[in-house]
């Protein structure tokens, strides 16, 4: 009687609720403290580029292809802060839209490569010295040889320059770091336990890719195609600035390099602005890419 009496006596205050949104940025921040230090950095970069390429045609202060021949070749000042090209067009605005070609195309590139390559490395992979495996590793062994932008020089030449030129020619070579190493990746799995009890059990070869292969091999694949975007994104760069990629009036970090090659020594600024933001952009997705191997290799926190 007395214990009830002190129950009753005690008063219980609610617990506080976390809200999702607290929980959410809790959980990212714990996701990014455990990683290498290059990922946290590439991921500050990345996202800072990618908001600025985003909102660029809001926040330019002239239009990029506006030509001004009074204004050309300013340095910078108020009125233009990196000054103006050999056509009086605002480099700023031109550097704040200038990525936006040669980034989608890179990110379209490495993601067609990326499920292509992936898809016929694992079936390589499972048919392990069969006829379909033996073919793609061979095709495999060849392309792999030739570097990319000489194929793609050669796809762009005679097929004419443009994007969908430029995608393709970089996706027919792109392909195959992917495939091997999901194929590699496949035959370690291949004598896992859990594999050979699904084979035991009837399953089929599809439902053991999809549910057993590819959930196990996507983290070291993602951490390769974040450096595979980084080199598309120089190589894209490189047939720009030869004048097979994207074409002119169009504003692209590579074009604008090309253009302000002949004023170097009057206007620096005019190659150093582009040649920077191609540079951060590459040096962000390879630090992610870097960070993420680290994680796959080791599994641990990556803080070393």
Same mark, same amino acid.
């Given at each position: 009687?007395?214990?009830?009496?002190?129950?009753?006596?005690?008063?219980?205050?609610?617990?506080?609720?976390?809200?999702?949104?607290?929980?959410?940025?809790?959980?990212?921040?714990?996701?990014?403290?455990?990683?290498?230090?290059?990922?946290?950095?590439?991921?500050?970069?990345?996202?800072?580029?990618?908001?600025?390429?985003?909102v660029a045609p809001?926040?330019?202060?002239?239009?990029?292809?506006?030509?001004?021949?009074?204004?050309?070749?300013?340095?910078?000042?108020?009125?233009?802060?990196?000054?103006?090209?050999?056509?009086?067009?605002?480099?700023?605005?031109?550097?704040?839209v200038g990525g936006?070609?040669?980034?989608?195309?890179?990110?379209?590139?490495?993601?067609?490569?990326?499920?292509?390559?992936?898809?016929?490395?694992?079936?390589?992979?499972?048919?392990?010295?069969?006829?379909?495996?033996?073919?793609?590793?061979?095709?495999?062994?060849?392309?792999?040889?030739?570097?990319?932008?000489?194929?793609?020089?050669?796809?762009?030449?005679?097929?004419?320059?443009?994007?969908?030129?430029?995608?393709?020619?970089?996706?027919?070579?792109?392909?195959?770091?992917?495939?091997?190493?999901?194929?590699?990746?496949?035959?370690?799995?291949?004598?896992?336990?859990?594999?050979?009890?699904?084979?035991?059990?009837?399953?089929?070869?599809?439902?053991?890719?999809?549910?057993?292969?590819? $959930?196990?091999?996507?983290?070291?694949? !993602? &951490?390769? *195609?974040?450096?595979?975007? =980084? #080199?598309? /994104?120089?190589?894209v760069g490189a047939?720009?600035?030869?004048?097979?990629?994207?074409?002119?009036?169009?504003?692209?970090?590579?074009?604008?390099?090309?253009?302000?090659?002949?004023?170097?020594?009057?206007?620096?600024?005019?190659?150093?602005? $582009?040649?920077?933001?191609?540079?951060? !952009? &590459?040096? *962000?997705?390879?630090?992610? =890419? #870097?960070? /993420?191997?680290?994680?796959?290799?080791?599994?641990?926190?990556?803080?070393?």
């Open positions: 009687m007395r214990i009830d009496k002190a129950v009753q006596g005690i008063t219980f205050s609610p617990l506080p609720l976390i809200s999702r949104r607290h929980s959410a940025v809790w959980h990212l921040w714990r996701f990014l403290r455990g990683r290498h230090w290059t990922f946290r950095a590439g991921i500050v970069i990345l996202v800072v580029l990618a908001t600025t390429l985003v809001w926040i330019t202060p002239y239009d990029p292809a506006a030509q001004n021949l009074i204004a050309r070749l300013l340095p910078p000042g108020a009125e233009h802060w990196l000054g103006t090209d050999q056509l009086g067009r605002d480099t700023f605005s031109r550097l704040l936006r070609f040669t980034v989608t195309i890179a990110m379209i590139t490495v993601i067609l490569s990326f499920a292509i390559g992936t898809v016929i490395g694992v079936v390589a992979g499972r048919v392990e010295g069969g006829l379909f495996d033996e073919i793609t590793m061979r095709v495999v062994d060849v392309l792999i040889s030739i570097p990319d932008v000489v194929v793609a020089i050669f796809l762009v030449a005679i097929m004419g320059p443009g994007y969908l030129t430029v995608i393709a020619s970089l996706t027919v070579i792109g392909w195959t770091p992917f495939a091997r190493l999901a194929r590699g990746l496949t035959l370690a799995i291949n004598a896992q336990g859990y594999i050979q009890a699904a084979e035991v059990l009837g399953c089929s070869r599809s439902f053991i890719i999809c549910r057993h292969v590819i $959930p196990n091999i996507i983290r070291p694949i !993602a &951490a390769v *195609s974040f450096l595979r975007f =980084g #080199h598309k /994104l120089i190589t047939l720009s600035f030869l004048g097979l990629g994207v074409q002119p009036p169009a504003a692209d970090w590579a074009l604008m390099l090309a253009d302000a090659q002949p004023y170097v020594e009057r206007l620096p600024i005019l190659m150093i602005a $582009p040649g920077l933001a191609i540079f951060f !952009a &590459a040096l *962000s997705v390879t630090w992610i =890419g #870097h960070g /993420l191997d680290i994680k796959a290799r080791h599994g641990g926190s990556g803080d070393e």
